[in-house]
């Protein structure tokens, strides 16, 4: 426990010094202790569980909507809000991608893209932005959520957001190559064989 | 006092050293395939940055992809076949 508060360990007696020390590590959660958390979700996304947990809740989610469409993109979105409910809403990305759903619903999605469109007047000023800022930037804008974050925060929300999408492709694959292959069998005998082995 | 604490903020957004970054940038490339085994003093921040922005797209267009395949999958299975992908990914668990 003391490893997470250093600065506490080093001036407890210096009375405005040890409160406005406190003030900072209240403020900030020890970097440590978030680090370690963010390497845990990230490695969660890795898994085979986590891949069936989402495969399942996929599967299930897209035959609850077949019933009004199962167009390409109603797909792609169930698998993004699918995504953004597997992450248990820790990231910004998935709080996002959660957000404007429920924007969408509300029809407020139009005042967002209205928005969208103010933005050429900045690029004026591109040739003054430095290389790095600009791919920063560029970052930002696709990750879902984050086109204000600080470098640090935003670098930690695409690690995540990476991990994610590299589980989202894996489970889909496997689950498109398992109803493509399960297409021209009989379904009586495919159930069988199910249950057999 | 709201001096104050405004000062700290300021020094904790704004105060990340340049090795901080460095070592933010090289954690980064280790999640890039394309630049995963090249030495992080051989690539550049940009070049990071950039190979990034190119993988998540490419994510975007496999997913896109799949999304598409999906749906054609889904609209040609009937019920049966489908009941057989529930309980086939359920017996996976």
New interface residues.
Partial sequence: MASFIPNLESAPDTCPEFK?RK??TT??KPASFHSHQRNQRIKRWRTQ?EQ??Y??KL??A??RS?RTS???????ET??IVLAVLAKGTTRWSKAILTARKMARHKKAKVAANTRLRKPAVSREKRKTP??QR??K??GR??PGCRKL???NL?EE??D???A??M??RA??A??E???G??PQP??D??AS?VN? | MSS??SR??QS??SR?TDD??ID??S??QQ??PELRGRRSDKVS??KV??E??N???N??R???G??????Q??????T??????????????
């Avoid at chain 1, 199962?70 to 792609?76: F, G, N, Y």
């Avoid at chain 2, 999958?73 to 009937?78: I, P």
């Avoid at chain 2, 049966?80 to 668990?93: F, G, P, T, V, Y």
């Fill in positions: 406005r003030r900072r403020d900030e569980r069936h947990i495969s399942s599967i299930q897209l035959r077949r199962s167009a390409a993109k109603e797909v792609h698998a993004d290389v790095v791919k920063l560029v970052l696709l990750v600080s470098f640090p670098l695409t690690s957001y990476i991990a999408l590299e989202q492709v889909m694959t689950i498109t398992f109803l493509a399960s297409g379904p009586a495919r159930l199910n082995s | 104050r604490r700290s903020r904790s957004g990340i901080q970054i933010l940038v954690k980064l999640l890039i921040a940009s940055l950039q990034t922005c993988y998540i797209r994510l975007h496999q997913v896109d799949l999304s598409d395949r999906l749906s999958l889904l609209a040609s299975t009937d049966d076949s489908d009941q057989a992908a529930i309980i086939r990914s359920l017996l996976m668990e």
